[in-house]
């Protein structure tokens, strides 16, 4: 077995991915997370360490069930948001994080480079933080607030450094999935979505 690595993927099926120090095999369906505790001896473990399997059946899928957000450790937040002991998404941001993960990972790009982690506004609800430009490509010239970082809550798409950015609505004439493939056709080919300033909001 091999241990995971930048390009390692779930698959269809999940991967079987096994533990170093008790050999302890769990499924995950992505590998968006940079750590996760071990359900068998309860050693926090980095991912790189973790050893996965060539191929995963549907049968061991079923067996092994999906442990894919038990104690997932993110990446932390830019600034402000609030991480969550108990992970959930919303319906539209989860299926916004479910287009944006398979997007990039077909696309042969690894999610956990975008630094996506869960953050709760002051109502409590949740979104999806995230980068638009990986975070291999961040140096002191281009640091974290020319990423473009974006959250995606239920009902609209806000960038997170900027104070009088318009918001991209989230509905069902503009669903999570058809924004998500908007910012995919960028993230793909190098590029970002800028903000676009509210005037109001700027003239206030």
């Not at 957000?69 to 932390?76: A, Y």
């Not at 869960?118 to 999806?128: I, N």
């Not at 004439?173 to 109001?200: D, R, Y």
Request: hydrophobic share 35%.
């Amino acid at each position: 077995m091999k241990k995971v690595d930048r390009y390692t993927r779930a698959g269809y099926n999940g991967k079987a991915i096994q533990c170093p120090h008790c050999s302890h095999r769990s499924v995950v369906y992505h590998f968006s997370w940079c750590a996760k505790t071990c359900q068998g001896c309860k050693a926090m473990v980095d991912k790189q360490d973790f050893y996965v399997a060539t191929e995963t059946s549907q049968n061991e899928a079923n067996e092994l069930g999906d442990s894919t957000m038990s104690n997932v450790i993110e990446l932390k937040p830019f600034r402000g948001g609030k991480e969550m002991s108990k992970k959930e998404l919303g319906l539209n941001a989860q299926i916004f994080q479910d287009h944006i993960c398979a997007g990039l990972e077909a696309g042969g790009l690894d999610p956990a480079d975008y630094s996506m982690s869960l953050v709760a506004d002051k109502t409590g609800d949740m979104g999806l933080l995230m980068a638009q430009v990986p975070l291999s490509e961040m140096c002191e010239e281009h640091p974290l607030k020319t990423s473009e970082a974006i959250v995606c809550w239920e009902d609209r798409i806000e960038w997170h450094f900027e104070e009088h950015a318009a918001l991209m609505s989230v509905s069902d004439k503009q669903p999570a999935s058809m924004c998500a493939v908007l910012f995919l056709g960028a993230m793909l080919t190098g590029n970002t979505i800028p903000a676009q300033k509210c005037q109001e909001c700027a003239d206030e």
